[in-house]
């Protein structure tokens, strides 16, 4: 890239918006130079509100998932029926190996569970908490228009790796 590409790609990223080349550039993020949070004890209350709702006793949470052979101390179990088994049939089984909390679309009969619309939707949004919601930690970048997408999008990565930022492009 020349100097006064470079320099168009710099703007466009400062700035919001550029042209290059007659390409519109829409950048819409933010570069975030927030490192990870250290690991920490994580609580049920902090990643599973509808657990203090419904009394569930605040306990220390170890891993989120929907696979019973990950069941441990400390683990949120949610319940996904699958096309061969239901884990809502493994619930008090998992409460058994240690699990604080069962998330389930029915009630299951077991004592400290959250029945939920959707356990497919909430496994995603326990997830994004339990690991500090990743997705609000980077930035995203588009690239718009008929010719020279590529290009620019390379430009911009090798920019803002030249700014100490990481970008997978």
Do not use: W
């Not at 100097?3 to 975030?32: C, D, H, M, P």
């Not at 441990?72 to 058994?96: E, N, P, R």
Request: net charge negative; with cysteine; glycine share 12%.
């Amino acid at each position: 890239a020349t100097g006064s590409e470079a320099k168009a790609v710099s703007q466009s990223v400062n700035s919001g918006l550029s042209v290059y080349r007659g390409t519109v550039i829409e950048v819409n993020f933010l570069v975030n130079n927030e490192q990870a949070e250290g690991e920490g004890i994580i609580k049920l209350y902090d990643i599973c509100p509808a657990a203090e709702a419904a009394g569930i006793e605040n306990a220390e949470v170890t891993g989120v998932t929907d696979n019973t052979r990950d069941v441990g101390k400390g683990s949120i179990f949610v319940c996904i029926k699958g096309a061969s088994f239901d884990g809502h049939s493994a619930a008090q089984k998992m409460l058994d190996n240690g699990a604080v909390l069962i998330v389930a679309e029915h009630d299951t009969g077991c004592e400290r569970q959250v029945t939920v619309k959707n356990t497919r939707l909430e496994l995603a949004d326990l997830l994004s908490r339990f690991y500090g919601e990743p997705t609000k930690k980077f930035g995203l970048l588009a690239v718009t228009g008929t010719n020279g997408k590529t290009t620019t999008a390379h430009f911009v990565k090798h920019i803002l790796n030249a700014l100490g930022k990481k970008c997978g492009c």
